[in-house]
């Protein structure tokens, strides 16, 4: 296995672009793309790859439990962003962020219950259309296969690392692929992590029997050796 795995700080730049040929696409990508891009570079750079193999990625979601405890919101951009939800926000302490729930709620509903068309014609007409795309799932791999020119299965998945791992050694294709993994914490901060390997490979894995949230497996795969 040839693995990539990097942890980015709040803010740190994620230089991506003499990565690409159009350089107009960076305006599109999140923090989840631009360190799946910057880690695929990393690894196609000293290895060969044909464009028809797979790539296969776990998008890991952020654990709103531990949010309202965040000094984020102290000082917090993130918080502000959140004053598009109802104008009366600030009357809410900065570290509650658990209410935004019940705001949302509250202003979008009718007769009590939350309208999805309520929610999309008042909510997302007020967000740039560019910010919109960036919250679809699926953005990291399809921009990667875009930028390295990979046209063959790419998948999506949430979380699981053994799915992940699953997903690898039960694909038809012969040959090296490309596994990967991204999360964006609550502060901006960003864990990435992209393997080069091969479903006789990933048979071998620990994770082919035991489950953990994906990009945990990169990082232990990265502290410990492949296992």
């Known amino acids: 296995m040839n693995l990539d795995y990097k942890e980015y700080q709040s803010l740190q730049e994620i230089s991506v672009r003499s990565t690409l040929k159009d350089k107009k696409l960076m305006k599109y990508f999140n923090l989840e793309t631009a360190a799946l891009i910057k880690g695929i570079h990393n690894i196609l750079s000293d290895n060969s790859f044909h464009d028809d193999m797979p790539l296969f990625f776990a998008l890991c979601k952020i654990d709103f439990k531990t949010i309202?405890?965040?000094?984020?919101?102290?000082?917090?951009?993130?918080?502000?962003n959140f004053k598009i939800f109802d104008s009366d926000i600030e009357k809410f302490p900065r570290t509650d962020f658990l209410k935004i729930p019940a705001l949302i709620t509250e202003n979008y509903s009718i007769n009590g219950k939350f309208s999805p068309e309520l929610f999309n014609k008042n909510f997302f007409s007020k967000l740039s259309p560019i910010e919109q795309f960036k919250?679809?799932?699926?953005?990291?791999?399809?921009?990667?296969?875009?930028?390295?020119?990979?046209?063959?299965?790419?998948?999506?998945?949430?979380?699981?690392?053994?799915?992940?791992?699953?997903?690898?050694?039960?694909?038809?294709?012969?040959?090296?692929?490309?596994?990967?993994?991204?999360?964006t914490a609550i502060d901006g901060s960003v864990k990435a992590g992209i393997a080069y390997t091969s479903s006789?490979?990933?048979?071998?894995?620990?994770?082919?029997?035991?489950?953990?949230?994906?990009i945990e497996m990169f990082k232990n795969w990265n502290e410990q050796g492949f296992h």
């Open 135 to 183: 919250v679809l799932a699926n953005l990291p791999v399809s921009f990667a296969s875009i930028v390295f020119g990979l046209h063959g299965d790419n998948v999506t998945i949430y979380e699981s690392g053994r799915s992940l791992v699953w997903h690898g050694v039960t694909t038809d294709y012969q040959g090296v692929f490309l596994i990967g993994s991204a999360k």
């Open 68 to 80: 309202a405890s965040s000094e984020i919101f102290n000082t917090g951009q993130y918080f502000d």
């Open 200 to 214: 006789e490979e990933l048979q071998t894995s620990k994770y082919f029997t035991e489950d953990i949230c994906a």
